[in-house]
T-cell receptor
Framework: AQSVAQPEDQVNVAEGNPLTVKCTYS??????LFWYVQYPNRGLQFLLK??????LVKGSYGFEAEFNKSQTSFHLKKPSALVSDSALYFC??????????????FGKGTRLSVIA | SQTIHQWPATLVQPVGSPLSLECTVE??????LYWYRQAAGRGLQLLFY??????ISSEVPQNLSASRPQDRQFILSSKKLLLSDSGFYLC????????????FGSGTRLTVV
């Protein structure tokens, strides 16, 4: 089955330290991968996506993600965490279906807490 | 530019009452539209999606239904709410094609009492 997994419910990091939020996927064909962030009682905001090309993708707010085909991973990273980065992060994969309808499927989310 | 509007922001409804949540998109035509539910502030569950007027696909059978009466309008409904329908409901739109991500509305917090 096509799916995406976020193995960590919670990630804690000190302000100024690098952060990584993990994501692995299982899809048919080439993966179309996305990261979103959600602040309390708000909708999700797009951070970045991987479609094709360079394995390192740069996105909003200084975030980047590394696509690793052999490990089927798409981890979100930031070199220096800010307290304002504290939020809920979702990895998502756009499914491939013969019907052509391709909704996004989201991981369960990882809550990032950056401690001052 | 494209914008998505979702309302109301919060709603408290008694068990057994009807529900109607509305979502509209501006600045684009023929968007793909989606309804998600988020329970307990975590995972997102795809409820319905639509690729055109009158075309609704249901991902999970439940007490809810969706309609798309106009190109940029997507409505989530229920005839009789259950306690388990409580949650945070998110509408989203995307352009066609797998390379496009979603743009989300600001969400509706529904509490069924």
């Amino acid at each position: 089955a096509q799916s995406v997994a976020q193995p960590e419910d919670q990630v804690n990091v000190a302000e100024g330290n690098p952060l990584t939020v993990k994501c692995t996927y299982s899809v048919s064909g080439n993966p179309y991968l996305f990261w979103y962030v959600q602040y309390p009682n708000r909708g999700l905001q797009f951070l970045l996506k991987y479609i094709t090309g360079d394995n390192l993708v740069k996105g909003s707010y200084g975030f980047e993600a590394e696509f690793n085909k052999s490990q089927t991973s798409f981890h979100l990273k930031k070199p220096s965490a800010l307290v304002s980065d504290s939020a809920l992060y979702f990895c998502a994969v756009r499914l491939y279906r013969n019907s052509g309808n391709t909704p996004l499927v989201f991981g369960k989310g990882t809550r990032l807490s950056v401690i001052a | 530019s494209q914008t998505i509007h979702q309302w109301p922001a919060t709603l408290v409804q008694p068990v057994g009452s009807p529900l109607s949540l509305e979502c509209t998109v501006e600045g684009t035509s023929n968007p793909n539209l989606y309804w998600y539910r988020q329970a307990a502030g975590r995972g997102l569950q795809l409820l319905f999606y639509s690729v055109g007027i009158g075309q609704i696909s249901s991902e999970v059978p439940q007490n809810l239904s969706a309609s798309r009466p106009q190109d940029r309008q997507f409505i989530l409904s229920s005839k009789k709410l259950l306690l388990s329908d409580s949650g945070f409901y998110l509408c989203a739109w995307s352009a066609g094609g797998r390379g496009y991500g979603y743009t989300f509305g600001s969400g509706t917090r529904l509490t069924v009492v």
